[in-house]
């Protein structure tokens, strides 16, 4: 299960410090988007939001990447990032839904495994 927990980790930190990095680099070609999920990207960049939103995946994947000190830190900048992600799939762009799914699962393996680092959450 040591094994498990870290590729998981690791997974999740490696794709949002990678997908992070593109807002900047762009290393990988984005697809342009029509319609609702254009306007809202649009709207995102253009008001300088998603940089916010990008810094905030990057140093969440950072710290799954750091070790397992730091990963419940990671989850907290990670979560809302990740209820967003799931949301735009679902009501805007449902063709990324399945990879945003299995985003979420992975992050809440995560949670469930260091579930004792977050008391206030899990505990009555």
């Known amino acids: 299960m040591k094994y498990v927990i870290v590729i998981v ?60 000190r730091f990963v419940p830190l990671g989850l907290t900048l990670l979560g809302p990032v990740i209820v967003n992600i799931v949301l735009y799939h679902l009501f805007l762009d449902t063709q990324g839904l399945p990879m945003a799914i299995i985003v979420a699962a992975l992050a809440l393996f995560l949670l469930w495994i260091y579930r004792f680092k977050f008391p206030a959450i899990f505990q009555p």
């Open 9 to 68: 980790r690791v997974l999740l930190g490696l794709q949002f410090v990678v997908f992070g990095s593109n807002a900047f680099l762009k290393f990988i070609p984005m697809p342009e988007m029509h319609g609702q999920a254009g306007a809202f990207i649009t709207a995102l960049v253009s008001s300088g939001y998603m940089y916010v939103i990008v810094a905030l995946q990057m140093l969440g994947g950072l710290c799954l990447l750091l070790g397992a």
